[in-house]
């Protein structure tokens, strides 16, 4: 399955002055095991589930 994401520069003063993180854009359906394993995909190990964003958009 094809999941878009970015990596973006955090925490940081300017361009790649900062720590790299990947937003997974639409992470609905992934299970924590499957948001880990894209962390080690990325090589990006910092992972923090609780820090998953959900969007109730067009749920009213």
């Known amino acids: 399955m094809i999941r878009k ?6 925490f940081g003063d ?3 002055t900062g720590n790299p993180v990947a937003v ?3 992470a609905e359906g ?3 095991d499957a948001l880990r394993a ?4 990325t090589n ?4 923090r589930p609780r ?9 009213r």
Request: net charge neutral; proline share 0%.
């Open 5 to 10: 994401f970015r990596q973006v520069d955090v």
């Open 14 to 16: 300017g361009l790649c």
């Open 24 to 26: 997974v854009l639409d």
């Open 30 to 32: 992934l299970d924590d």
């Open 38 to 41: 894209f962390s080690v995909w």
């Open 44 to 47: 990006l190990y910092s992972y």
């Open 51 to 59: 820090h998953r964003i959900r969007s109730d958009r067009g749920r």
